[in-house]
């Protein structure tokens, strides 16, 4: 594979904490919401220009030395994971060092998926997820001077936001900031861990059989902007930017759909991942790491509807999911609204008589500030999986909005030539086959 051949691990160690964990907090327990989310690894990649101040070395040694720091606060990271609990036997995180045959800005000009991928440590699916290392950091050094940091963290243990409050950490402790900021690893007192049988409601992941194709749009936040105006109504007046463009792609790929299998009858639902630290009721504490996130699952049978109906669908059912759900898991029937919910999504992905999407959003994390002490990052990307009809997005430097989407080779024929997806975004990347 041509990305196999442009980057070269070059050094790999591993990382241990600082300072020891204390005995007394040696065996930590995961929530009931980590129990049933699925032992894969989540990742990250941040790109950083050429620093002519420090060499690679210099800040290779810089981001080891903090990170060794923060995973004094971050203890759980550097052990082992034992079915409901992790053994905090601070064996720490797996560190490697690569470099990679060509310049930095020709890359971001044409990502090609697979060699974004090598820039991670692991894959998604490695086993080791479900056991340690629980965290892996790879820093690439490009012949230009400039630097990738790719981030994988089990999600036994941590959503997006988690892997968000980390880098923050991280950052802010590689570069002096007086401010710290600490992680509150209270979830399981929130969601007790249960000894019940929890299958039915697990989401298991495993890598796609079929052959997908991902590609890579990139919506500007003057077009993000035009589609606001588009979708608002009087049921929704102000929508974000993550409902539009979720809207126009779901609008696209259920046509892409109807148009391939030639059943525009079909029923589709789009189901989104969102963070229920604040929707909970007392709201969580905003640095709590875990999985705190909650499934909204949004249904049509009508794949031409029109941007203003799927986003006023959008929010309807992030508002009913407020109130009927996530309002509820601060009390006495949490685990009933757990358990209902993770079992939904399980039976919604093993139905075949119906077309499912899977969105996740990433926008307004606030990941272009993670600044270890060379500058912002030039570009903060996702490198996608290999799951049919699956959306993430994330924003772009500039305020808009980086989309990758997998779809079938077939469904993706379709999809890449709607006028409408195409008149509000742009592809830099050729299609990669998974």
């Known amino acids: 594979m041509a990305g196999e051949s442009k980057i070269e691990i070059i050094r790999r160690e591993t990382i241990k904490p600082s300072s020891p964990t204390p005995s007394y907090l040696k065996g930590f327990k995961l929530s009931l919401l980590d129990q049933l989310s699925p032992a894969v690894y989540g990742p990250l990649v941040l790109f950083y220009p050429k620093n002519d101040v420090v060499t690679f070395e210099q800040r290779s040694h810089q981001l080891k030395k903090s990170l060794s720091k923060t995973l004094t606060l971050f203890y759980p990271l550097n052990g082992r994971l034992i079915d ?35 820039f991670l440590p692991a894959e998604s ?13 790879q820093a690439t050094l490009f012949d230009c001077g400039g630097l990738a940091i790719g981030i994988c963290m089990s999600h036994k243990l941590a959503d997006a936001t988690t892997v968000g409050i ?24 929130y969601f007790p861990p249960k000894d019940v049988s929890l299958e039915g409601a697990k989401v298991e992941l495993s890598k796609s059989q079929s052959v997908n194709v991902v590609k890579r749009y990139v919506f500007d936040a003057s077009k993000v902007a035009a589609l606001k105006v588009i979708a608002a109504s009087s049921s929704v ?133 993670v600044d270890f002490g060379w500058g912002k990052p030039s570009w903060v990307t996702i490198p996608t999986g290999t799951h ?26 379709f999809f890449e030539r709607d006028p409408e997806l195409l008149a509000f975004s742009n592809s830099s990347i050729p299609n990669s086959a998974l």
Not at 166 to 189: E, R
Not at 307 to 334: C, F, P, S
Not at 395 to 413: H, I, N, P, Y
């Open 84 to 118: 409901k609990t992790i053994d905090c036997d601070d064996e720490g995180a797996q560190y490697f060092e690569a470099k990679f045959k060509g310049h930095l800005s020709t890359f971001q000009e044409q990502p090609e998926p697979e060699t974004l991928k090598r």
């Open 125 to 137: 699916f490695s086993p080791t997820a479900g056991t340690r290392p629980l965290l892996l950091v």
């Open 166 to 189: 980390f880098l923050k950490s991280w950052a802010a402790t590689s570069n002096g900031q007086a401010h710290q900021i600490l992680p509150d690893l209270n979830a399981a007192s």
């Open 237 to 369: 007046q102000r929508p974000t930017r993550a409902e539009v463009v979720t809207a126009l792609i779901w609008k696209c790929t259920m046509a892409a759909i109807a148009l391939n299998s030639g059943s525009p009858s079909k029923h589709f639902v789009l189901s989104q991942a969102v963070n229920i630290r604040k929707r909970v009721d007392p709201p969580l504490p905003e640095n709590c790491i875990g999985n705190l996130v909650g499934n909204v699952s949004t249904q049509t049978n009508n794949h031409t509807s029109d941007l203003q109906a799927l986003v006023t669908q959008i929010r309807k059912g992030l508002t009913e999911y407020t109130q009927n759900r996530a309002k509820r898991l601060r009390g006495d029937d949490a685990f009933r609204v757990i358990f209902e919910q993770y079992k939904e999504v399980g039976e919604l992905m093993r139905r075949d008589d119906l077309h499912l999407m899977i969105s996740t959003s990433l926008c307004n994390f606030g990941l272009y500030e």
């Open 388 to 413: 049919n009809n699956v959306v993430t997005l994330i924003d772009t430097r500039e305020g808009g909005v980086e989309a990758w989407v997998c779809l079938s080779k077939q469904d993706m024929a």
